[in-house]
């Protein structure tokens, strides 16, 4: 005996993932996480049994719902799971599966197309961060064909334009929780940020690297990714986090000189897996450290001056850039972040889960 559950399998920038309605997953909490690691396969390196793609980029979970509050169309949850261990974290926020959400909304009908283009109001549940998103739906329906492209995928796809409202703060207690933009933790300075995702960035020659490591060069280095983890959790308390020994953020961040004509150059750890490219919410923090005077980065970014500035952060496959807005009355601080992003249904039907697990049962 088996539970159907519907979902749609959606790719969002460069993640991808089962997306649910939260009415078709379990009520309770703990019932609800036994499902989604029955989904995906976890905890198993393969997740041979399950959706999982054996790493933790294609380990995510989409849950969404008719908006709660008023002015918002649709509430996100955001679901990280690990190929290895049986953890769901709803804690941090996740910019690539934000990307797919509305998609999921109008192939569902949980929402209607406005129009040429279709702009809706989307609240993350995890950190309460919201953002205006905006897809092209000609004939009222989700296009995904076009010729926006972004790194770290193949082909060309209709754009998806993200504009991030408030993001400062989005889980520690402000923009720069320990109240400085430059400290020094565990012997390396660093700059603990939060604008949309909580960041360690530091410099990689501080770390006695080049910043230019290759993804598999950095995940065989043991010595690194073991001095990287002890800064981590440092940082962690620094941050107003607590223990973050079994939580996934604070993300690390390695920053060096750009090299192919961006403004600089990351590796970022996730937090113990080198990423293949960078978050799009670590993007825009990184961004908004690029624009800090006294931050890690100053005197290795090259950075545009005015009120509008384009961070362009390159990354191990590419490079990603933010269009950042500046108060006129205060330059160091960040009043908007925008982006493009693509995503794409790939499958629509049920995924299997025993009903030892669960029955289908809403309780």
Not at 347 to 356: C, I, T
Request: some cysteine.
């Amino acid at each position: 005996m088996q539970t159907p559950i519907p979902t749609l399998f959606m790719r969002g920038g460069t993640s991808r993932g089962p997306f649910f309605r939260e009415s078709d997953l379990p009520a309770d909490v703990a019932t609800r996480d036994r499902v989604l690691l029955a989904v995906m396969g976890s905890p198993d390196r393969r997740q041979i049994d399950g959706l999982g793609g054996a790493s933790p980029l294609t380990s995510k979970v989409g849950i969404v719902r008719p908006g709660s509050r008023p002015g918002v169309d649709l509430d996100f949850l955001f679901a990280q799971l690990q190929p290895e261990k049986d953890t769901v974290d709803t804690t941090p926020n996740c910019g690539n599966m934000l990307a797919a959400v509305v998609p999921f909304a109008l192939e569902t009908g949980m929402v209607r197309a406005q129009g040429e283009e279709s702009t809706f109001r989307v609240l993350t549940l995890n950190t309460g961060m919201a953002c205006d998103i905006t897809v092209q739906t000609p004939g009222g329906r989700v296009s995904y064909e076009g010729d926006a492209r972004i790194d770290g995928v193949p082909g060309s796809s209709a754009p998806i334009k993200i504009n991030f409202l408030d993001t400062a703060g989005s889980v520690c207690s402000g923009l720069l929780p320990t109240g400085k933009v430059r400290d020094v933790i565990d012997g390396v300075e660093v700059t603990c940020i939060d604008n949309g995702m909580p960041l360690v960035i530091f410099r990689a020659a501080d770390v006695g690297r080049t910043g230019y490591e290759s993804v598999a060069e950095l995940n065989a280095d043991t010595e690194l990714k073991a001095r990287i983890e002890r800064l981590r959790i440092a940082c962690g308390h620094a941050m107003g986090l607590g223990d973050v020994s079994a939580k996934n953020y604070p993300k690390m961040t390695l920053v060096a000189p750009p090299r192919d004509g961006g403004s600089l150059t990351t590796r970022s750890f996730i937090p113990h897996v080198c990423h293949d490219a960078i978050g799009v919410l670590a993007a825009v923090t990184v961004g908004t450290a690029c624009v800090l005077r006294g931050s890690t980065t100053e005197g290795i970014a090259v950075v545009p001056e005015g009120l509008a500035r384009t961070v362009s952060v390159e990354h191990p496959t590419g490079e990603f850039s933010v269009e950042l807005a500046l108060d006129p009355a205060d330059p160091q601080n960040v009043t908007r972040a925008a982006l493009l992003r693509t995503a794409r249904l790939i499958m629509r039907g049920e995924v299997m889960v025993p009903a030892s697990i669960w029955k289908g049962d809403k309780q």
